[in-house]
């Protein structure tokens, strides 16, 4: 039942901006954190941002300054606007969930999306 799925991906030019969504289904997003995660072709999978059921957030020094979290609990939704996209950018997106604050470790995120595949390229 518990369900998170990614979408909003795309191709994009460098400078260029997306805004991807995580839609939370099967329990209730406000009491779980909720980062992003991506994955380069090659790289090892990596820490984007996260926001905690208390609005804190985390970025990686890599996005800092480009890319903003933001929650809907209404909506059930996690956002991730990513502005001036770099092609180091490059990599299929996922969000996951832990209960109640972030972490940067990936095996305390219990649940998680498919994917959704982000392109820069010119």
């Known amino acids: 039942q518990v369900q998170l799925v990614e979408s909003g991906g795309g191709l994009v030019q460098p400078g260029g901006s997306l805004r991807l969504s995580c839609a939370a289904s099967?329990?209730?997003?406000?009491?779980?954190?909720i980062g992003w995660f991506r994955q380069g072709p090659g790289k090892e999978r990596e820490g984007v941002s996260c926001?905690?059921?208390?609005?804190?957030?985390y970025y990686a020094d890599s996005v800092k300054g480009r890319f903003t979290i933001s929650r809907d609990n209404a909506k059930n939704t996690v956002y991730l606007q990513m502005d001036s996209l770099k092609p180091e950018d490059t990599a299929v997106y996922y969000c996951?969930?832990?209960?109640?604050?972030?972490?940067?470790?990936?095996?305390?995120?219990?649940?998680w999306g498919q994917g959704t595949q982000v392109t820069v390229s010119s």
């Open positions: 996951a969930r832990r209960a109640t604050v972030c972490s940067t470790s990936l095996n305390v995120f219990d649940s």
């Open positions: 099967g329990f209730t997003l406000d009491y779980y954190a």
């Open positions: 926001i905690n059921i208390y609005n804190s957030i």
